[in-house]
């Protein structure tokens, strides 16, 4: 695929100037760049390209500038399916020559699937009020809607209500166990949680999480790879993308579909685990440093290679994007799995984009106030 992107550059190697003008191509190969495999070098300029030109570019149509500044955000290949819906249907909205009945249809889909949605939601706060969080979990983040939105961000459909029902609990639990890692207990009580969960579920995740006290405790840095490793598990990617199968239905997670997932050797579940870790450091490790709290990879490569936090920075996001790369390639391999599994490990990555866009959204959670009442809250006007 990449071969084809050498006819875009003149005879001295550059992008040709009259990709310039051309706005609706120039965005076109903004968003195709994103999905280059390792090693599409060509990819990577045409990336560079885009972005720069794209954003010095002066866009007359104001439907267009509103198109551009999202997918400069948020390209298609990096944002939740079901927000890019949302996103399109104003964007096609404010284009003069759009079909009406078209628009009509749309919009009556989107509010008819966001009532399904709504109710789902309101299963999910009963049942997260019985636990009555706010009282016996009090060093916890109440963030049941957030985890809802992680969780219908790796699939809306409505055939998937069981699933979204099953996984949506188990991301919520998840998240009162890391805070009650991170947050409350003592090394020598998580030590007693510890061993006490090695008698259930959850054993590596719980582990993991040990190993990272153990470091804060001691006040050490591991090395980046040292860290990955853990981090691998305790970013709970590969947890949620197992359990993520579950309610899908036995024609479709199959015992072939849970022996792919589980594999320590996944390159598709372990993408999944680096863009979420290393992002999340890269958006939080300034607030984490005003509580005792273990060594993020920032730290980590900063004392490993004595270089500065912008450096840190700077190669963590190289990091990120070979490992959307090997998603890429992942998914445009044949595989025995049906797209309908490898699309959740895809959209869990996805996810990360939106809630750590900028800043840490699950944390700070007003930042995504304006995101989910859109997906939630507010009717489209038809």
Known sequence: MADGFKTLKDGEGRF???L?????????????????LNGEGILDEALAFATKTLKSH????????????????????????????????????EDASHNQK????AKLDFNMLQSDHRKELNEVTRWWKSLNVA????????????????????????????????????ISLLSLLDDTYDNFGTH??????????????????????????????KGNAPTLEEYKAFAYITSCCPILCTSAFVGMGAEIATREAFEWVINESNKMVRAGSIIFRLQNDIVSHKFERNRKHAASAVECYVKEHMASEDEAVE??????SKAWKDIAEACQKPT????????????????????????????????LKAHLSSLFVDLIPL
């Open 16 to 18: 040709k100037a009259s």
């Open 20 to 36: 310039e003008s051309d706005e609706q191509g120039l965005l076109s190969l903004y968003e195709a760049a994103h999905v280059a």
């Open 58 to 93: 002066k866009i007359c149509s104001p439907a267009f500038q509103k198109q551009v500044q999202f997918a400069l955000r948020l390209p298609i290949w990096k944002c939740v399916p079901r927000s890019l819906t949302r996103h399109y249907i104003d964007i096609y909205s």
């Open 102 to 105: 078209l628009l009509v249809f």
């Open 135 to 170: 009282v016996n979990f009090r060093h916890a983040r109440d963030r049941v809607v957030e985890c809802y939105y992680w969780i219908y961000a790796v699939y809306f459909e409505p055939k998937y209500h069981l699933a979204r029902m099953i996984i949506v609990k188990i």
């Open 188 to 217: 020598d009580e998580v030590e007693i949680l510890t061993a006490a969960i090695q008698r259930m579920q959850l054993k590596k995740l719980c582990r993991s999480h040990l190993t990272e006290i153990q470091w804060r405790s």
């Open 315 to 320: 190669f963590l996001w190289t990091e990120i």
């Open 336 to 367: 025995p799995l049906l797209v309908a599994l490898t699309d959740r490990v895809l959209n869990f990555a996805r996810s990360i984009s939106v809630i750590y866009e900028k800043e840490d959204g699950y944390t700070n959670s007003y930042l």
